[in-house]
C-alpha cells in the first residue's frame, strides 16, 4: 500500500508537468470506452435482458413454416387451447387477441389499444402488479368476460396522471364499463396493451387466438417442435380451413421472433465499437511510449540506484491505468448522455418494448472491467519495454533527446499500423452500411410514401351493424376526410399497408384450373388508393364509387400476377375467386358470395407487398366492401406537411361526428423506418460515426508518433540543413518513415475488410468487399494520415539550424 500510494503522489507530479499529453490519453479513451459502453447499455438491454417475465428463456413462439422458411404464428380456438395444455411437454399456454376500442365516458374519447387474454396471463409471466392485483381464472366464468381491467403502467400514468385513487373505479371501453383492480409493472408492456382484459375462448370453432407456450423445464426445442407437429397435423385434419398444409412447426425463443437478423447487426456493432477501444488504447500505448522514451535517462538513474524492475513496470503500469480510470469516468458521462440519443435511433420495432436501454449496474461494472483492461492494454507493453533502460548510453548522455530502441520504434510502428488496418475496416464498413442504405431507399416501391399518412377511425361498436349501414358509414367519414382542408386524396385500404399487401392465400383461376395450388395476396381497397399512392395503371380500368357500393365482383391484379399465372393470355375479362374471402368472424359483415368469381378489369403495376427486400407477391385488389370491420383504416395523402394535416383531420372528423375516434395515426415514411429503412440507417449512422472516431483516432496517434520522432531527430535535421539540405528534402525524409508503416496498415486493412465480408453482409447488409467503397475509404485514409504526418514534417523543416545543433 506504501508502494502503491508513493506511486500515485509521483503519477500526479507528472501528469502535472505534462498536461497535454495526459489531455490526449484520457481522451483517446473518454471516447473509446464511452462509444463502447453505450453500446453496451443497448447490448445488454436488448440481448441479455430484454424480459422482466419468470423463466423468459422457456417462453417460445410456435411459427407454422412453408417450403420458403415463412409462415404466420400459431392461433388457436377453446378446444385445440386445452390440447396444446395436454401437451407433455408445455409447462402452460396463455391466449392473447388484440383490438383498439374506444375510451368512453364524459370526455371525448380515445382511442386505445386493448389485449384480451385467457386468466392465466399474470401467472404465466410471472410479474406481480406495481398497483391492486391481476385477474385469475377464478375472475372469468366460462366462455365470458370478466368486467375487470388492468391498466399498463404507462397507460395509467399518461390517462390518469399515476393516480392510486384508480383502483375500483370503472373505465369506459365502448361504452362498457370495467373494473380497474390493477396497474401492470412499469416493463410490462406485452403486446403493446394499454389495457388488459381476461376472456375465454367462446365454443366456436372459428374464434381463434394467438397462442403462446412455455417448455417444461429441460425440453429441447426440437422434442417441443416434435410433438406439436403430432397436434398440428391432427388440427388439419380437423379444420382444414384454418390451417393450411405442409406447414412445419418451429419453436423459437422470444428474442429470435421479434429480433430477426438485429440480434446479429447488434454484435457486429459491439464489435466495431471494441476496435475502436483498441485504436484509443493504441493511441494511449503509442503516447506513453513516446513519453517514457523521453523519461528514459530518468528511469536509468532509478535502476542504478536500485529500482527493481517490477517498481519499474508497477509505477509505469499505475500512470496508465490512472489514465483509463479517468477516460472510463468521463466515457460514463459519454454514456449517460448519449445512450438516450442512441435507444431512441434504435428502430421501433426491432427490439422488445419491454427492454429497458439505460446504464445500469451491469453496464457500470462492465465500464469498470473495461477500465482496468484498457489499462493494462495500454500499458503493459509500454510498461516492459521501458523499464529496462540502457544504463551506460543514458547516463553519460548530456542531451534530452534520445534516439530510443529499435525496438520501440518496431512497437510505434506495429500500433500504428493495427490502428490504420482497424480504421480502414470501419471506413469500409461505414461505406458497405451507408450504401446498402442508399440502395434500400431508392428501391422502386411501386407507390409514392410521401405526405401520407394512415390513419385508424373507430366507430361506437353499437353503431352500424347491418352490412349496408356500415360500408354508407364508412364512405361517409372517407369523404368528409376528403373535404378537409389540405387533403389532396383519402382512401380506405382494409387490408393492405403499404409494403405489406394483405393475405396471403389460395385462390383459383377459372381459365387455368389446373395450376397448381396458386397464392395471390388480396388486397381490399377502394378506388381512391391510385390518387393516394400515387400508383400506375397498366391497362383496363378501376372500379368505381358505384361498385364500392354494391361490393361488385370485379378486382384488378398486379403485374406479377400476370407474368407468374398468366403468361400471353389476355388479363382482362379473366374470372379469379378465393374461398379465403368468406370469413365467418361475428365482429365482421360481409357481401352475398364474396367467394364468387371474380372479374378482372384491370392490371396495377407492382407495388411492395412482402416487405421492402423480398420479391414482389401476386396480388388482387378488391372493392374493400367484400368484407367490412367494425372500424375503418384510411390512407391520406396531404397537400402540405403530414403532422399538420392529421390534427386538421382529427379535428374535422370530432367536429362532424363527436363520437368519432380518429385512433392511432403515423406517416409511411415512419412505418417504411420500421420496416428496414430505419434499421440500415441506424447501421450507416452508427459505424459512421465509429469509422470518423476511429479516423480522429488514428490521425492523433500518427500525428503524435511523427512529432516525437522528428522532435528525436532534431540535431540530425540541423545538421543535414547546414549541409545544404532543402526544406522539400527534409519535409520527403519525414515523410517517407511513415509510408511504409501506413502501406502495411492499408493492407492489413483490406485483408481485415475482405475476410469479414461475410458477417458484413449478413449484419449490416453491405458488402466491405466493394472496389469502390475500399478505394475511397483507402484515399481518405491516406489522405488524413498524410496531413497528420505533414505537419510536424514542415515544422521540423522550418527549424533554424544553429538552434537544432546547440547540445543540451
Not at 383519402?490 to 392465400?505: D, L
Not at 395523402?637 to 399538420?644: A, F, K, Q, V, Y
Not at 519535409?731 to 502501406?743: E, Y
Request: aromatic share 8%; glycine share 8%.
Amino acid at each position: 500500500m506504501g508502494n502503491l500510494l508513493q506511486d500515485l503522489r509521483f503519477t500526479f507530479r507528472q501528469f502535472r508537468q505534462s498536461p497535454g499529453f495526459v489531455v490526449a490519453a484520457i481522451l483517446s479513451l473518454m471516447l473509446g470506452i464511452g462509444a463502447t459502453t453505450a453500446i453496451f447499455s443497448v447490448v445488454y438491454a436488448i440481448l441479455f435482458d430484454p424480459y422482466p417475465y419468470k423463466n423468459s428463456d422457456r417462453m417460445v413462439h410456435v411459427e407454422l413454416r412453408d417450403k420458403s422458411g415463412h409462415g404466420p404464428l400459431l392461433f388457436v380456438n377453446g378446444s385445440e387451447y386445452q390440447q396444446l395444455r395436454a401437451a407433455s411437454s408445455i409447462d402452460d399456454v396463455f391466449l392473447q387477441q388484440n383490438s383498439t376500442r374506444n375510451l368512453t365516458g364524459d370526455q371525448f374519447p380515445v382511442s386505445v389499444n386493448v389485449g384480451t387474454y385467457s386468466p392465466n396471463l399474470f401467472d404465466y409471466m410471472g410479474v406481480p402488479t406495481i398497483l391492486g392485483r391481476s385477474f385469475s381464472s377464478a375472475d372469468v366464468s366460462s366462455g365470458g368476460t370478466a368486467p375487470i381491467a388492468v391498466l399498463s403502467y404507462l397507460f395509467w400514468q399518461k390517462q390518469y396522471g399515476g393516480s392510486h385513487d384508480i383502483l375500483s373505479k370503472p373505465i369506459e371501453l365502448d361504452h362498457k364499463l370495467y373494473t380497474v383492480i390493477g396497474v401492470a409493472a412499469p416493463r410490462f408492456t406485452w403486446g403493446d396493451s394499454e389495457v388488459y382484459l381476461a376472456a375465454n375462448p367462446t365454443a366456436d370453432p372459428h374464434d381463434t387466438w394467438l397462442s403462446f407456450i412455455k417448455l417444461k423445464p429441460g425440453v429441447k426445442h426440437p422434442t417441443a417442435a416434435a410433438e406439436l407437429q403430432i397436434l398440428i397435423d391432427r388440427f388439419v385434419q380437423a379444420d382444414p380451413k384454418d390451417f393450411r398444409k405442409d406447414r412445419r412447426v418451429t419453436i423459437v425463443t422470444l428474442n429470435e421472433e421479434v429480433l430477426g437478423r438485429f440480434s446479429g447487426t447488434l454484435v457486429l456493432l459491439f464489435g466495431a465499437v471494441l476496435a475502436l477501444l483498441l485504436i484509443g488504447c493504441a493511441n494511449v500505448s503509442i503516447l506513453l511510449l513516446a513519453r517514457g522514451t523521453a523519461r528514459q535517462h530518468e528511469l536509468a538513474v532509478r535502476v542504478s540506484v536500485g529500482a527493481a524492475r517490477f517498481r519499474l513496470i508497477q509505477q509505469l503500469l499505475t500512470e496508465a491505468l490512472i489514465v483509463s480510470a479517468a477516460g472510463a469516468l468521463l466515457g460514463v458521462l459519454v454514456a449517460y448522455l448519449g445512450v438516450g440519443t442512441l435507444s431512441s435511433m434504435v428502430p421501433y420495432y426491432s427490439f422488445p418494448h419491454e427492454a429497458s436501454i439505460r446504464v445500469n449496474g451491469m453496464v457500470l461494472l462492465f465500464c469498470a472491467l473495461l477500465a482496468i483492461l484498457t489499462g493494462a492494454l495500454a500499458g503493459i507493453s509500454p510498461a516492459w519495454q521501458l523499464s529496462r533502460p540502457a544504463l551506460g548510453q543514458l547516463i553519460q548522455s548530456s542531451s534530452g533527446k534520445h534516439p530510443g530502441s529499435a525496438r520501440g520504434h518496431l512497437m510505434h510502428r506495429l500500433l500504428i499500423a493495427g490502428q490504420l488496418a482497424l480504421t480502414l475496416f470501419l471506413m469500409a464498413g461505414a461505406g458497405a452500411a451507408i450504401k446498402s442504405f442508399k440502395a434500400l431507399t431508392h428501391t422502386p416501391l411501386g407507390f409514392d410514401p410521401s405526405r401520407v399518412f394512415a390513419l385508424d377511425v373507430a366507430y361506437p361498436k353499437s353503431a352500424n351493424p347491418t352490412w349496408q349501414e356500415r360500408i354508407q358509414a364508412q364512405e361517409n367519414v372517407r369523404k368528409a376526410i376528403e373535404q378537409t382542408p389540405g387533403i389532396s386524396s383519402a382512401s380506405v385500404s382494409t387490408t393492405w399497408f403499404p409494403g405489406f399487401g394483405g393475405f396471403y392465400t389460395k385462390i383459383e383461376l377459372q381459365s387455368k384450373p389446373n395450376l397448381s395450388e396458386p397464392q395471390a395476396v388480396l388486397t381490399l381497397v377502394s378506388p381512391q388508393i391510385l390518387s393516394t399512392l400515387r400508383m400506375p395503371l397498366v391497362s383496363g380500368r378501376m372500379f368505381d364509387d358505384a361498385e364500392i357500393m354494391r361490393a361488385a365482383h370485379v378486382a384488378l391484379v398486379n403485374q406479377v400476377f400476370v407474368k407468374q399465372y398468366l403468361g400471353d393470355s389476355d388479363p382482362l375479362g379473366q374470372h379469379v375467386r378465393s374461398p379465403m374471402l368468406k370469413i365467418e368472424q361475428p365482429n365482421l359483415v360481409s357481401t352475398q358470395s364474396p367467394d364468387d368469381w371474380l372479374e378482372v378489369i384491370g392490371v396495377l403495376g407492382d407495388a411492395r407487398n412482402d416487405g421492402l427486400t423480398r420479391p414482389v407477391r401476386p396480388a388482387i385488389f378488391l372493392p374493400y366492401s367484400f368484407v367490412l370491420p367494425p372500424d375503418e383504416r384510411l390512407l391520406v395523402r396531404s397537400s402540405g406537411d403530414s403532422i399538420t394535416a392529421v390534427r386538421t383531420v382529427k379535428q374535422h372528423l370530432r367536429e362532424t361526428n363527436a363520437e368519432l375516434v380518429a385512433g392511432r395515426d403515423h406517416t409511411l415514411a415512419w412505418w417504411l423506418d420500421t420496416q428496414g429503412w430505419g434499421r440500415e440507417r441506424f447501421i450507416a449512422t452508427l459505424f459512421t460515426l465509429f469509422a470518423a472516431l476511429a479516423l480522429i483516432l488514428a490521425a492523433t496517434g500518427l500525428y503524435s508518433v511523427v512529432s516525437y520522432a522528428v522532435t528525436q531527430r532534431t540535431q540530425e535535421v540541423g545538421i543535414r540543413m547546414s549541409l545544404g539540405a532543402q526544406r522539400s528534402s527534409i519535409v520527403r525524409l519525414v515523410l517517407s518513415s511513415t509510408a511504409f508503416t501506413l502501406g502495411v496498415g492499408l493492407a492489413v486493412g483490406f485483408v481485415l475488410s475482405l475476410a469479414l465480408n461475410r458477417i458484413m453482409t449478413s449484419w449490416a447488409g453491405g458488402s466491405s468487399r466493394d472496389p469502390l467503397t475500399l478505394l475511397l475509404s483507402a484515399m481518405l485514409l491516406v489522405l488524413v494520415a498524410t496531413v497528420a504526418c505533414l505537419i510536424p514534417a514542415w515544422r521540423a523543416a522550418s527549424v533554424d539550424p544553429m538552434q537544432a545543433l546547440r547540445l543540451e
